[in-house]
């Protein structure tokens, strides 16, 4: 029977099942999207003009899809001063039973206009739209479904201690998961009671800014949440803006290095969600097809834009070439390509920048004697794409083993005892997320407990959930996200 199963494994899927495996095209229409050819930006209750205009791009097609203006260090101001407004308004004033009502409303609303939401969403930012479709904007509505249960509840967040909001937040997001990102920014800081201004990603600012509309529906007080877009220096003037109090951040660990040292001294509160380098530990007596599901759900889910990717595998020893075996095999079905069809699986690199920097760790690992394994098949002729990638045979010190790729790329390590995988995952600079794949409940819980990041999943992979924390340690950053902890970096404690 084994050895019969292993040469089936050593077959290409295509010579073994020829046409059955291509599925015909079930593309998602993108009628459902009315895009603006120009977007300005949300502040104090109204949608502004805006000077001078960056391009947004659909990166599996390279199309332009609008032009979006470039906030000034004015336009920050004016957001930053209606937001301060706002707090001093009747949103200050409102009962958390209140405030809640309008978190609700909004989740409503994210639900109401999912379908648009998700082609949007793969439309700007390049994501398989069966994941904008099923995790992003579900997710995204669950996270203002779940805080604003919070808003009437704060007492208990803190027991004994009288708490507030702490003011004017600052909030920064990276493009990977756009309104995802910016439901786990606004939803908490809503629900204590603070206001915020928001900066997007220059990459993928559209769901924000239909998400601003849905505000407006919602009737949310002017000012209470305000969006700013733009670049860096957007974002860099937010963090400096004297009249924020908190700067909440998730993005490079470059960035967030710089902002802290700006921020110093200035009493702004800070929470910084960074890079990773996840650990995806497999033993010998783990459920093996279930764990190749898991590598691959850790490694090519969102292209593997995914700051908690497991990008370096260990595999014990005894079982290395069989998961290899089965996991080749398993990337032979992957389907890569147009991000609107329904039967993608992996879709387009975000931008051309961070195409050419996977390219580039990708060739460092080729020329430190790394075997490649790529994905078959082919790819759309324009558009950013990179095939699902899978080293072996390099030594834990290679660039790609080291830093994050950002990218579906895989490096695989051996070990041949649990205290060995646990030095060598907790063996990186990043401590965001690991995973734990045994049959053995003891080891299981041992090996989860040594891990020194954030998030460690057993016996699965990439998992989110609003109430569940999520944030790093070391060089990820501070701070957690998610679950009565998410609220802790939004409220003055007194
Ligand atoms: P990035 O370059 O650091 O950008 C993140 C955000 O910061 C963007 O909105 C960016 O604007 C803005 N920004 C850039 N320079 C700035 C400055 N000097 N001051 C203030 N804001 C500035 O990161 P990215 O490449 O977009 O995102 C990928 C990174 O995010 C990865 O490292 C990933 O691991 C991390 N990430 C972490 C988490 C987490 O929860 N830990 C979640 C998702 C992603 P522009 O887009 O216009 O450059
Ligand atoms: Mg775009």
Same mark, same amino acid.
């Given at each position: 029977?084994?050895?019969?199963?292993?040469?089936?494994?050593?077959?290409?899927?295509?010579?073994? !099942?020829?046409?059955?495996?291509?599925?015909?095209?079930?593309?998602?229409?993108?009628?459902?999207?009315?895009?603006?050819?120009?977007?300005?930006?949300?502040?104090?209750?109204?949608?502004?003009?805006?000077?001078? $205009?960056?391009? $947004?791009?659909?990166?599996?097609?390279?199309?332009?899809?609008?032009?979006?203006?470039?906030?000034?260090?004015?336009?920050?101001?004016?957001?930053?001063?209606?937001?301060?407004?706002?707090?001093?308004?009747?949103?200050?004033?409102?009962?958390?039973?209140?405030?809640? *009502?309008?978190?609700?409303?909004?989740?409503?609303?994210?639900?109401?206009?999912?379908?648009?939401?998700?082609?949007?969403?793969?439309?700007?930012?390049? *994501?398989?739209?069966?994941?904008?479709?099923?995790?992003?904007?579900?997710?995204?509505?669950?996270? !203002?479904?779940?805080?604003?249960?919070?808003?009437?509840?704060?007492?208990?967040?803190?027991?004994?201690?009288?708490?507030?909001?702490?003011?004017?937040?600052?909030?920064?997001?990276?493009? /990977? !998961?756009?309104?995802?990102?910016?439901?786990?920014?606004?939803?908490?800081?809503?629900?204590?009671? /603070?206001?915020?201004?928001?900066?997007?990603?220059?990459?993928?600012?559209?769901?924000?800014?239909?998400?601003?509309?849905?505000?407006?529906?919602?009737?949310?007080?002017?000012?209470?949440?305000?969006?700013?877009?733009?670049?860096?220096?957007?974002?860099?003037?937010?963090?400096?803006?004297?009249?924020?109090?908190?700067?909440?951040?998730?993005?490079?660990?470059?960035?967030?290095?710089?902002?802290?040292?700006?921020?110093?001294?200035?009493?702004?509160?800070?929470?910084?969600?960074?890079?990773?380098?996840?650990? /995806?530990?497999?033993?010998?007596? #783990?459920?093996?097809?279930?764990?190749?599901?898991?590598?691959?759900?850790?490694?090519?889910?969102?292209?593997?834009?995914?700051?908690?990717?497991?990008?370096?595998?260990?595999?014990?020893?005894?079982?290395?070439?069989?998961?290899?075996?089965?996991?080749?095999?398993?990337?032979?079905?992957?389907?890569?390509?147009?991000?609107?069809?329904?039967?993608?699986?992996?879709?387009?690199?975000?931008?051309?920048?961070?195409?050419?920097?996977?390219?580039?760790?990708?060739?460092?690992?080729?020329?430190?004697?790394?075997?490649?394994?790529?994905?078959?098949?082919?790819?759309?002729?324009?558009?950013?794409?990179?095939?699902?990638?899978?080293?072996?045979?390099?030594?834990?010190?290679?660039?790609?083993?080291?830093?994050?790729?950002?990218?579906?790329?895989?490096?695989?390590?051996?070990?041949?005892?649990?205290?060995?995988?646990?030095?060598?995952?907790?063996?990186?600079?990043?401590?965001?997320?690991?995973?734990?794949?045994?049959? *053995?409940?003891?080891?299981?819980?041992?090996?989860?407990?040594?891990?020194? #990041?954030?998030?460690?999943?057993?016996?699965?992979?990439?998992?989110?959930?609003?109430?569940?924390?999520?944030?790093?340690?070391?060089?990820?950053?501070?701070?957690?996200?998610?679950?009565?902890?998410?609220?802790?970096?939004?409220?003055?404690?007194?």
């Amino acid at each position: 029977m084994a050895t019969n199963e292993s040469s089936t494994l050593r077959t290409p899927r295509r010579l073994l !099942f020829g046409d059955l495996w291509t599925y015909a095209p079930a593309p998602e229409s993108r009628d459902i999207v009315r895009l603006q050819p120009r977007y300005g930006h949300f502040i104090d209750g109204a949608f502004t003009e805006g000077g001078e $205009t960056m391009q $947004t791009i659909n990166p599996a097609t390279e199309e332009v899809l609008a032009e979006v203006a470039v906030g000034t260090s004015e336009d920050v101001d004016r957001a930053v001063k209606a937001a301060r407004r706002a707090l001093d308004g009747p949103w200050g004033r409102m009962s958390g039973a209140e405030r809640g *009502k309008f978190l609700y409303r909004i989740a409503r609303l994210i639900q109401e206009h999912a379908r648009e939401l998700a082609v949007l969403e793969s439309l700007d930012g390049g *994501k398989p739209i069966r994941e904008s479709r099923d995790i992003d904007i579900p997710l995204a509505a669950a996270h !203002f479904f779940y805080y604003a249960g919070w808003a009437d509840k704060l007492g208990y967040a803190v027991p004994g201690a009288q708490v507030g909001p702490v003011g004017v937040a600052g909030q920064i997001i990276p493009w /990977n !998961f756009p309104l995802l990102m910016a439901a786990w920014k606004l939803a908490p800081a809503l629900a204590c009671g /603070n206001t915020l201004v928001l900066k997007p990603a220059e990459n993928t600012p559209l769901t924000a800014m239909r998400l601003a509309e849905l505000i407006l529906e919602a009737d949310l007080p002017p000012g209470v949440v305000n969006i700013v877009n733009g670049a860096g220096a957007t974002g860099s003037a937010l963090v400096e803006h004297p009249g924020v109090n908190k700067i909440a951040f998730t993005g490079s660990t470059a960035v967030g290095r710089h902002i802290q040292r700006a921020i110093a001294g200035s009493g702004k509160k800070l929470t910084l969600e960074l890079g990773g380098k996840g650990a /995806n530990i497999i033993f010998e007596d #783990a459920p093996i097809d279930q764990a190749v599901e898991g590598i691959v759900a850790g490694i090519f889910f969102n292209q593997g834009h995914v700051c908690c990717a497991g990008s370096r595998l260990l595999v014990q020893e005894s079982i290395h070439d069989e998961v290899m075996e089965k996991l080749r095999w398993r990337m032979q079905s992957l389907r890569v390509g147009d991000p609107l069809d329904k039967n993608t699986d992996v879709g387009a690199i975000n931008s051309r920048e961070q195409l050419e920097r996977i390219q580039t760790l990708v060739a460092s690992g080729v020329e430190a004697g790394g075997q490649l394994y790529q994905c078959p098949g082919d790819l759309p002729e324009k558009g950013f794409f990179f095939r699902p990638s899978v080293f072996t045979g390099l030594a834990q010190s290679a660039r790609v083993a080291q830093e994050e790729i950002f990218g579906p790329v895989l490096t695989v390590l051996t070990f041949r005892t649990p205290e060995e995988a646990i030095e060598r995952a907790n063996n990186t600079p990043y401590g965001l997320s690991a995973g734990v794949w045994s049959d *053995k409940g003891s080891r299981l819980f041992m090996v989860a407990g040594a891990m020194r #990041a954030g998030v460690v999943w057993g016996n699965t992979f990439n998992r989110f959930d609003p109430t569940s924390p999520f944030g790093g340690y070391k060089e990820s950053g501070f701070g957690r996200e998610g679950g009565r902890h998410g609220l802790l970096p939004y409220l003055e404690v007194r």
